[in-house]
């Protein structure tokens, strides 16, 4: 299944995508596909993916950068993630997952930050780090992964459009 940047002409269907995946969802507040549309208008989205298949998009991944209290620079966040209902459990949203830390490190990020299920996003290396904290959520829930040998401590702010 393809998975390669969006392009204009994706922006409805991604946030229709986002809006179907999110449904009911029990730790959603129904303001992701707002926040991509947000993180988009204001130049935030350092990747956003699409998965198609025959030619429809079926999944997207958006990553944004994050400040560190500590200064630490070229950390990024990784969510959304959206996988249409029709598709979940098939491993697109793992494919997606992999696809974006691929493309972050390439791009010489030093690390990105996810806020989900440790069930889930340990498989990609995600583990919570002591000294690197977001308030609000339980700890375990927000974690990183380090592209090198950088491991900030401090306070993780997400751009403004996940307010």
């Known amino acids: 299944m393809p998975i390669r940047p969006e392009t204009p002409a994706d922006t409805q269907a991604i946030f229709a995508l986002t809006e179907r995946a999110f449904a009911g969802h029990p ?25 198609e298949i025959d030619g429809t998009v079926v999944g997207h991944v958006a990553i944004s950068p994050v ?23 098939r491993g697109l949203g793992s494919d997606l997952v992999r696809a974006g830390l691929a493309r972050l490190a390439a791009l010489g990020a030093a690390g990105c930050v996810v806020l ?36 900030p401590e401090g306070r993780v702010a997400y751009h403004a459009a996940f307010a």
Do not use: C, K
């Open 27 to 51: 730790h959603s507040s129904g303001t992701e596909p707002h926040i991509v549309s947000a993180l988009r208008t204001a130049g935030a989205l350092t990747l956003s993916l699409v998965a």
């Open 67 to 89: 400040t560190i209290s500590d200064g630490t620079a070229d950390w990024y966040g990784l969510g959304p993630i959206s996988v249409g209902p029709a598709f979940q459990g």
């Open 116 to 151: 989900g299920d440790p069930g889930y996003y340990t498989r990609f290396g995600f583990q919570a780090q002591p000294g690197l904290v977001y308030p609000g959520p339980p700890a375990e829930y927000f974690m990183a992964l380090a592209f090198g040998a950088s491991h």
